[in-house]
């Protein structure tokens, strides 16, 4: 997020109408204060983590954390506090230091009376240019944005009339408001063999400002985290599918369609070993490195497709956000929330 947008960032904090108080049932980190551990696979890596660094345990007690998302406050620009979705339990929790967790939003991605699957709520999260958040919702099947009025607006639910999958993970373009977005299956309760599917695969996205949609290809079988370069002339994909486990890239055009994309890093065999998890949520920092959640935790690849190190916290790691003052990186690894310092800084800090 650019640092010139902070001051004139409204609080979603205001938004009293969709706000819940209660406190989740989420436990303090006094008993496990770290998990995991720093892997250093290239001398680079040391000079985005310290060999010394750990990886801290804020909350636990979640069925499946998601979308980290860091959330200013007007008043403190480096004060702020964690947005993240808790999928299975369709709700947005709210972390602040020195204060723990509490749900935020319920229901974040499900509105309906009946029961949906395993994962209703929303998965990926991020903010607007005015600091509005923007969901990616797996029971309601669609895209949408909390306004500064408390309610909730569909921003895209279908492609040429048939309804998405489930939307995964989203980013903003370069003009600050196209958003770029994956679409798999895994919020429908059968998945790939849902009754319920209307597209016969699995799309990456762009939504324009005027509300139209392209689909930028249907090459990946699970895309799943996206993110940009710091000059938005790539764009980056990861693949959760256990056959092919790997990240893509493909060069942005002119029109901010993309062109043929190429693996530039394939984890599949790391995952068949043992390692959990598979590519998914991912971010860049402001050097253009890609820090991506993978089998074994987050995977941090130089631009050039290189394996620097592993963030290695030993779960299923599901994303990861910067904040703080853009150097600090939050993780969500199944059950946990967690943090770790880096000697960088997210793109656009």
């Not at 990886?55 to 702020?80: D, N, Q, R, T």
């Not at 799943?224 to 959760?240: C, E, H, M, R, W």
């Amino acid at each position: 997020m650019n640092r010139k947008l902070y001051l004139r960032l409204p609080l979603l904090l205001l938004l009293l109408t969709t706000i819940s108080k209660d406190v989740i049932d989420a436990q303090d980190s006094t008993n496990f204060p770290t998990i995991g551990e720093i892997l250093s696979f290239d001398p680079a890596f040391e000079n985005l983590v310290a060999p010394a660094a750990s990886i801290e345990v804020l909350s636990s007690g979640f069925v499946w954390a998601e979308g980290p998302v860091w959330v200013p406050e007007k008043e403190h620009p480096y004060g702020g506090h964690i947005l993240f979705s808790d999928i299975p339990n369709n709700r947005v929790v709210r972390w602040d230091e020195g204060k723990g967790a509490i749900t935020w939003l319920k229901p974040s991605g499900y509105t309906g009376a009946e029961a949906y699957g395993g994962e209703p709520g929303c998965n990926g999260l991020l903010l607007d240019k005015i600091g509005q958040l923007i969901s990616c919702e797996h029971g309601d099947r669609r895209l949408s944005v909390l306004t500064k009025g408390g309610g909730k607006r569909t921003l895209v639910d279908n492609y040429e009339g048939k309804r998405l999958n489930s939307p995964n993970d989203a980013c903003l373009g370069k003009d600050g408001e196209t958003i770029y977005f994956t679409d798999p299956p895994y919020g429908l309760p059968n998945r790939y063999d849902d009754p319920r599917r209307e597209l016969d695969f699995c799309g990456v996205y762009r939504l324009a400002p005027d509300g139209e949609v392209t689909l930028l290809t249907k090459e990946m079988t699970r895309p799943n985290g996206i993110a940009f370069s710091p000059d938005f002339k790539t764009l980056y994909v990861a693949q959760s599918d256990p056959e092919a486990a790997i990240w893509k890239s493909f060069p942005v055009k002119e029109d901010g369609t993309i062109g043929e994309g190429k693996v530039f890093h394939d984890a599949t065999k790391a995952f068949k070993d043992g390692l959990p998890g598979l590519p998914d949520g991912l971010k860049v920092d402001t050097d253009g490195n890609i820090w991506a959640t993978g089998p074994g935790g987050v995977y941090v690849f130089s631009p050039e497709g290189k394996l620097l190190g592993r963030i290695s916290t030993g779960e299923k790691t599901a994303n990861c956000g910067w904040g703080n003052d853009g150097s600090v990186l939050y993780l969500t690894a199944d059950m946990y929330l967690c943090r770790i310092q880096t000697k960088t800084k997210g793109a656009g800090w």
